[in-house]
Structure formats: structure tokens, C-alpha cells
């Protein structure tokens, strides 16, 4: 037979369908032609209907030293009952002067809410943000009162000015008939050891991020949400090279390989690509003023389905559950959250692991070279990184509702080739990366398929640099940059697609900077980016919003272009921006 839950879930989303679908989804303010102002593509979470309840975290909070800034969090009095969505929403903004990026964080019983990183201001320009986050799936985590706090490290003094302020909130949106429950997580656990919430720092891949955890004996399926974000001397780790070629071509060691590595127990449980972002300070600072890289101001975790070890992680006994990143070479600051759904009917599950293909699959990727010096000592050729991997984690739950099988299926690539052309009067390097993943998850109740879901992750990045030496001792050094974000989501029931996603974000900017003789900055030319951001659904939902600039403003905007009537429609429950969806988790 097939269990309650499985038809609970096919019955509550049809029926949000049918009465929800074409509450629109929208950039969080449209550009304005000609601004000089942060101006992004990126759609906002969707609403469902009804007035939200609004919980401030802090307002107008000034950050200008490495300070953490607390405070206190208790659940809203008038939203007692079930909600339909939580979103997190935050405004920022960094007086004009001379600044760095910084990275954002905000917490809450040491579970992060929010990552991302601060846009650099100009001696003229004070730029402002908006950021929102899809926090539904945190509900259990936000049912009770706790510390938190925000951390932007910043340094303020006569040569760095630039103040940064911020504002965040909550806001809770109570569930009705025309917008059903969210069906989230039954409870929530930070990996990190502080209890308010920081990030831990990976310099190596033997560091990680853990936390021993005794959970409850009747855990029935359990997901991770991970970010690693560079910093240090790996925030450019994407140009990076082999140590044996680092010094013959001038760049940072340590090859550019990375790879976020989760483990129980130490056995290996699951793997979550990492995403090259690009900061609002990275390669060259006019690249992105006014429009930010893909995702920089607002990260999205990656999901890892760790189900398999749902009867192993519900024995009663401590188990450890950790993060490192393969191929880290100083500094990857990390954060994870824990999500487990509990049998409602069974005080004990049972089960174990009984495949796991990735243990002694060793994350070492192949390298090659094409370098080669020519007799005037002109230095030209490729390196390449390539790692191709596929493995299945299969373990079984004894459950209220009979015995589960849980099957998680991952194919993982990555390819990486580095271009050098080094002379004379010539520096240039040129990466083209792609980093994938495929990833089927499947729950059989005997030998009877009853749900599985598809997702593909796809992060295509090029970068040239091409710096030329001019005769007088002056340097002039072009950089073209391309980013892309792609996903694809499918979850079917007893064989049928129930529903389907898919998102595409690309950024693609380029700058020239010109140093005088002395090697001090004296110019910049050609300042051009664009941002163009898609989704669509099965349900009819379209998002389409895309910009350009030049010389650092809007130079235009559409909006809804390409979708039916030309209007952005997205369902109030779905998640245009890409960000983990728990209404599309198998066996719910």
C-alpha cells in the first residue's frame, strides 16, 4: 500500500495549485535606468495570501568594527498556529568611501538564516541591498525564543570609511485555506559548536566543521544544508594551479579542485559542489558596480539527502556529522544545518546502511599540462583539472509504515582548464570551469517505487585576464567574466511527474583597469555587465527579468519578457531563485 504521507503530499499540492498559482514573483525593487545603485535580476520568494506576522531581529544597526551585534528572538504572539511560509527579509546599506567586501552572516540558536557578502561602496556612491530568504523550512528552529546575532566584520578608520548599517526581520505568514501548512522539517540542528552561530574555518581538507549529535529514535529521513564559502588565500581558488606549476606561472598553489565532503561517523555520506563566487571586491571591483555576481549578495545552501542513515542515526548512540572541504587551502568559512523529519507513529526506527559506493572513492582529480617555454623564455600552454565521479548510498528504515528503502544515486564532475600566455609585454590567463552534479533520490516501501526526485546542478564560469605591458612602463588589464547558475528539479510520484523546475542565472561582466608606471591605479574603461534570470514550472509559474549596465549604471531593464502575457507569474510555494524546497523532498 502506499503510506498516508505520500498521499497527503500528491492531494495538498494539487489543491495549492489550483488555488494559488499567479501570486507574482518580482525583482525586490525594479532598477531604475541610468542608477548608479545596486541593481540585481534575482526575483524575490513568493507570497502566499493573507498578512504576515512581522518579527523585527534588529533595525538600522550600524556595523564598523569585528564585533558580533546579538539579539534576542521570541516567536510572534499573534501567528501561533501553523504557517505557510517564513521569509527572512534584510536591507543594507555602506556610506560612500573607500571599503572592502565583507561577509554577512545572521543566526539564530547557532543556525545560520543568512550568507552572503556586502557590496563595496565608490568615493561618490552609497549603495543599498535587499536580500530575502526562504526560512519555511526552519519553522521548528523559529517555534521557540533564542539568541542570535549578526556578524559583518568590518574596518572603519581615515582610510577605510565606508559605515555599514542593516535592518532584518521576520515575517510569518499564517496558513488558511487558500494557502495550506508548509509540510517542514520536525527538527532543526547547527553543526557548529558555538550556540549562538559563527562559521568554522577549514584551511585544509583534514579540518571540518562537526558536531556529535544524539537524535531522536524515530528519526525517518534527514537532509543537510551546507554552504562553504572562500575566503583568505582560497578566495580565488578557481584560478588557481597545482603547486608543481604555481612559480612558473605566477599564480596561487594548491590546484582548483573544491569540494564540500560530508561524512557520519567518518564514513562518507553525501558530497555538495562548491560554487565560485565572485565578490563585490573580486578581480576587479568595477566589474561589479552596479550589478553583483551570481548569487554574491545572498548565497543559497546546497541540500545533501542523507535519508540512507535514517535507521543508523535513530539507534540512541552520539553520532558525529561533519563538513570539510577537499582541496582547501587557507581558509573556507562553513556553516551547516541539520534537518530531520520524525515517524509521528513509531517511537523507535530501525535500519542501516546497506550500500555505499563512495566510501574509498578518494577525491583526486587528474591533471595535465601543456606548458611549454619557448628559447626566449616565453611561457604558453594549458593546465587541466578533470575528476569524474558516480556513486549510490542505499540504506533501509523500519518505519510506521513498513520498511523504506532510501536510495540517493549522484553522478559529480569537474573540468578545469587554465590558459597562459606569458611574454614580454603579455600576462594572460584564461579559466573556463564547469562543476556538476546529478542526483536521484528514491523511496521504495518494499520493492514498490513510490517516490523519487531529479535535480541537476550546473556552474559554468570563464574567466580572462589578459594584462598587457605598454612601452612607457604602464599596464592596462582587461577582465571578462561569465558566471551561470543552472538547475533542474523533477520530483515524481508512483512514476508520474507531479511537478518541475527549472532555473538559469547568468552574469557575464568585463572592465579594463590602467596602472601608470608606478603601478598605482589611474583609470578604468569598458565597464559593461548583464544579468539574465529565468524560471519555469511545471505548474505554469514563469519568472524572466534581465539588465544591462555600462559605465557603472543601469543602462536598461525588462521584466517578464518571454513569459506568457509578458508578465512574471510564480506560485506563492514555489521557489524560483533555486533555494532547497522541502516540498520536494521524496517520501513526503
Given at each position: 500500500?502506499?503510506?498516508?504521507?505520500?498521499?497527503?503530499?500528491?492531494?495538498?499540492?494539487?489543491?495549492?495549485?489550483?488555488?494559488?498559482?499567479?501570486?507574482?514573483?518580482?525583482?525586490?525593487?525594479?532598477?531604475?535606468?541610468?542608477?548608479?545603485?545596486v541593481a540585481t535580476a534575482d526575483p524575490t520568494v513568493p507570497r502566499p495570501p493573507g498578512q504576515p506576522c512581522v518579527v523585527t531581529l534588529f533595525t538600522n544597526v550600524a556595523f564598523d568594527d569585528f564585533?558580533?551585534?546579538?539579539?534576542?528572538?521570541?516567536?510572534?504572539?499573534?501567528?501561533?498556529?501553523?504557517?505557510?511560509?517564513?521569509?527572512?527579509?534584510?536591507?543594507?546599506?555602506?556610506?560612500?568611501?573607500?571599503?572592502?567586501?565583507?561577509?554577512?552572516?545572521?543566526?539564530?540558536?547557532?543556525?545560520?538564516?543568512?550568507?552572503?557578502?556586502?557590496?563595496?561602496?565608490?568615493?561618490?556612491?552609497?549603495?543599498?541591498?535587499?536580500?530575502?530568504?526562504?526560512?519555511?523550512?526552519?519553522?521548528?528552529?523559529?517555534?521557540?525564543?533564542?539568541?542570535?546575532?549578526?556578524?559583518?566584520?568590518?574596518?572603519?578608520?581615515?582610510?577605510?570609511?565606508?559605515?555599514?548599517?542593516?535592518?532584518?526581520?521576520?515575517?510569518?505568514?499564517?496558513?488558511?485555506?487558500?494557502?495550506?501548512?508548509?509540510?517542514?522539517?520536525?527538527?532543526?540542528?547547527?553543526?557548529?559548536?558555538?550556540?549562538?552561530?559563527?562559521?568554522?574555518?577549514?584551511?585544509?581538507?583534514?579540518?571540518?566543521?562537526?558536531?556529535?549529535?544524539?537524535?531522536?529514535?524515530?528519526?525517518?529521513?534527514?537532509?543537510?544544508?551546507?554552504?562553504?564559502?572562500?575566503?583568505g588565500g582560497d578566495e580565488f581558488w578557481y584560478t588557481c594551479v597545482p603547486d608543481a606549476y604555481a612559480a612558473q606561472v605566477n599564480e596561487c598553489g594548491g590546484g582548483n579542485f573544491r569540494e564540500a565532503e560530508i561524512s557520519i561517523d567518518g564514513q562518507p555520506a553525501g558530497v555538495a559542489p562548491v560554487y565560485p563566487w565572485v565578490y563585490t571586491g573580486g578581480i576587479d571591483p568595477y566589474l561589479w558596480r552596479p550589478t553583483p555576481g551570481v548569487q554574491t549578495l545572498n548565497f543559497l545552501p546546497y541540500r545533501v539527502d542523507l535519508t540512507p542513515f535514517a535507521g543508523q542515526l535513530s539507534d540512541g548512540a552520539p553520532h558525529e556529522v561533519a563538513v570539510q572541504v577537499a582541496g582547501a587551502n587557507n581558509n573556507f568559512a562553513a556553516t551547516?544545518?541539520?534537518?530531520?523529519?520524525?515517524?509521528?507513529?513509531?517511537?523507535?526506527?530501525?535500519?542501516?546502511?546497506?550500500?555505499?559506493?563512495?566510501?574509498?572513492?578518494?577525491?583526486?582529480?587528474?591533471?595535465?599540462?601543456?606548458?611549454a617555454t619557448a628559447s626566449n623564455g616565453d611561457l604558453a600552454g594549458d593546465i587541466t583539472t578533470k575528476l569524474d565521479r558516480r556513486f549510490v548510498i542505499e540504506g533501509y528504515a523500519n518505519t510506521s509504515h513498513g520498511r523504506v528503502t532510501s536510495t540517493v544515486t549522484q553522478e559529480t564532475g569537474f573540468d578545469d582548464t587554465q590558459t597562459f600566455t606569458i611574454n614580454s609585454s603579455t600576462y594572460r590567463q584564461q579559466t573556463g570551469q564547469r562543476t556538476?552534479?546529478?542526483?536521484?533520490?528514491?523511496?521504495?516501501?518494499?520493492?514498490?517505487?513510490?517516490?523519487?526526485?531529479?535535480?541537476?546542478?550546473?556552474?559554468?564560469?570563464?574567466?580572462?585576464?589578459?594584462?598587457?605591458?605598454?612601452?612607457?612602463?604602464?599596464?592596462?588589464?582587461?577582465?571578462?567574466?561569465?558566471?551561470?547558475?543552472?538547475?533542474?528539479?523533477?520530483?515524481?510520484?508512483?512514476?508520474?511527474?507531479?511537478?518541475?523546475?527549472?532555473?538559469?542565472?547568468?552574469?557575464?561582466?568585463?572592465?579594463?583597469?590602467?596602472?601608470?608606471?608606478?603601478?598605482?591605479?589611474?583609470?578604468?574603461?569598458?565597464?559593461?555587465?548583464?544579468?539574465?534570470?529565468?524560471?519555469?514550472?511545471?505548474?505554469?509559474?514563469?519568472?524572466?527579468?534581465s539588465l544591462t549596465t555600462q559605465a557603472g549604471a543601469v543602462a536598461s531593464y525588462n521584466a517578464g519578457k518571454g513569459c506568457p502575457d509578458g508578465s512574471n507569474r510564480v506560485s506563492w510555494f514555489a521557489h524560483p531563485d533555486g533555494s532547497p524546497d522541502s516540498s520536494l523532498l521524496p517520501g513526503r
Open positions: 500500500m502506499v503510506p498516508e504521507s505520500f498521499v497527503r503530499f500528491g492531494a495538498a499540492t494539487a489543491l495549492a495549485a489550483t488555488l494559488a498559482l499567479g501570486f507574482a514573483a518580482q525583482a525586490a525593487a525594479d532598477p531604475v535606468v541610468g542608477s548608479n545603485n564585533n558580533a551585534r546579538p539579539y534576542s528572538y521570541a516567536p510572534p504572539g499573534s501567528c501561533t498556529g501553523a504557517w505557510s511560509k517564513v521569509v527572512l527579509e534584510a536591507d543594507f546599506s555602506v556610506t560612500a568611501g573607500r571599503q572592502y567586501d565583507r561577509t554577512a552572516t545572521l543566526w539564530l540558536g547557532g543556525v545560520n538564516l543568512y550568507f552572503g557578502t556586502t557590496q563595496e561602496p565608490s568615493a561618490t556612491v552609497s549603495p543599498a541591498w535587499h536580500v530575502e530568504r526562504d526560512l519555511t523550512d526552519y519553522a521548528a528552529l523559529l517555534r521557540n525564543a533564542g539568541q542570535g546575532q549578526a556578524i559583518i566584520g568590518n574596518l572603519v578608520n581615515d582610510t577605510y570609511t565606508g559605515v555599514i548599517h542593516g535592518t532584518a526581520r521576520l515575517l510569518f505568514y499564517p496558513a488558511s485555506a487558500r494557502a495550506r501548512a508548509a509540510d517542514v522539517p520536525d527538527a532543526v540542528y547547527a553543526l557548529g559548536s558555538d550556540p549562538v552561530g559563527s562559521t568554522a574555518t577549514l584551511n585544509t581538507p583534514t579540518d571540518k566543521l562537526a558536531r556529535t549529535l544524539t537524535l531522536p529514535t524515530n528519526v525517518e529521513r534527514a537532509y543537510l544544508d551546507v554552504f562553504t564559502q572562500s575566503q551547516a544545518a541539520l534537518l530531520v523529519y520524525r515517524d509521528a507513529h513509531a517511537k523507535q526506527v530501525t535500519g542501516k546502511i546497506t550500500r555505499n559506493t563512495l566510501v574509498g572513492q578518494a577525491a583526486t582529480p587528474i591533471i595535465g599540462s601543456t606548458l556538476w552534479s546529478d542526483s536521484t533520490s528514491q523511496s521504495r516501501l518494499g520493492n514498490f517505487l513510490t517516490v523519487e526526485r531529479h535535480q541537476h546542478f550546473n556552474y559554468p564560469f570563464s574567466l580572462d585576464y589578459n594584462q598587457q605591458l605598454a612601452s612607457d612602463g604602464s599596464t592596462n588589464a582587461a577582465s571578462t567574466v561569465h558566471q551561470g547558475y543552472r538547475q533542474h528539479d523533477e520530483l515524481r510520484l508512483l512514476g508520474l511527474t507531479l511537478y518541475g523546475a527549472d532555473v538559469d542565472n547568468t552574469v557575464d561582466s568585463q572592465d579594463t583597469l590602467v596602472f601608470d608606471a608606478s603601478g598605482n591605479l589611474s583609470s578604468h574603461s569598458g565597464q559593461q555587465s548583464a544579468q539574465a534570470f529565468a524560471f519555469h514550472d511545471t505548474l505554469g509559474g514563469c519568472y524572466r527579468a
